[in-house]
């Protein structure tokens, strides 16, 4: 089955500095990765996402980059501020075939903190 | 529109006592779900209904049971609770039509300590 990893688990950065979070994949298959926010003591929240044919999609201060060959997509946020600061998880899912249903495998987390 | 509810919000067990989480929407999804978040561990898939009248395992589904309901509803049974099963518990849903990946809207989620 799909196993992501995420990196770092705790990320300490200026405010108006950039943020990167890095997740790799091991199923191939995978072709679709949103990443999630999670404030202290609330529930995930979509942010972005992105699909397997796209490289890279933008939100405002907010991007996802994929590259399908290495198995790996980032999350890169600029221009950091305090409100950023919470936990933030990648996920990747495939559509099972025998299923025809797309389930979620997520990442273990990055604690992100954004200093004024 | 409420999104995802669910009840309640907090919950002490002792060990061997049983409890239902209740998960409900009102967005008229044809997908459920149940995680459970522990510390350094992300969000990990317990059940999972794709339709109503459907039943999945996911990743971690020993010492549960689920029920889906109705269309709306989705409740995941502790029939004896075990200290391991400490943990926040979270309700999604979604609305999958392929090839179209939908968001996974998640409730508040449910605090559970097992003592």
């Known amino acids: 089955g799909e196993n992501v990893e995420q990196h770092p688990s705790t990320l300490s950065v200026q405010e108006g500095d950039s943020a990167v979070i890095k997740c790799t994949y091991s199923d191939s298959a995978s072709n679709y990765f949103p990443w999630y926010k999670q404030e202290l003591g609330k529930r995930p929240q979509l942010i972005i996402d992105?699909?397997?044919?796209?490289g890279e999609k933008k939100d405002q201060r907010i991007a996802v980059t994929l590259n399908k060959t290495a198995k790996h997509f980032s999350l890169h946020i600029t221009e950091t501020q305090p409100e950023d600061s919470a936990v933030y998880f990648c996920?990747?899912?495939?559509?099972?075939?025998?299923?025809?249903?797309?389930?979620?495998?997520f990442g273990t987390g990055t604690r992100l903190l954004v200093s004024p | 529109n409420a999104g995802v509810t669910q009840t309640p919000k907090f919950q002490v067990l002792k060990t061997g006592q049983s409890m239902t989480l209740q998960c409900a929407q009102d967005?008229?999804?044809?997908?459920m779900y149940w995680y459970r978040q522990d510390p350094g561990m992300g969000l990990r898939l317990i059940y999972y209904s794709a339709s109503e009248g459907t039943t999945d395992k996911g990743e971690v589904p020993n010492g549960y049971n689920v029920s889906r309901l109705n269309k709306r509803e989705f409740s995941l049974r502790l029939e004896s609770a075990a200290p391991s099963q400490t943990s926040v518990y979270f309700c999604a849903s979604s609305d999958q039509n392929q090839p179209s990946y939908n968001e996974q809207f998640f409730g508040p989620g449910t605090r559970l300590t097992v003592l």
């Open positions: 967005m008229n999804h044809n997908s």
């Open positions: 996920a990747a899912s495939s559509w099972g075939m025998n299923t025809g249903f797309q389930k979620l495998v």
């Open positions: 992105i699909r397997s044919n796209v």
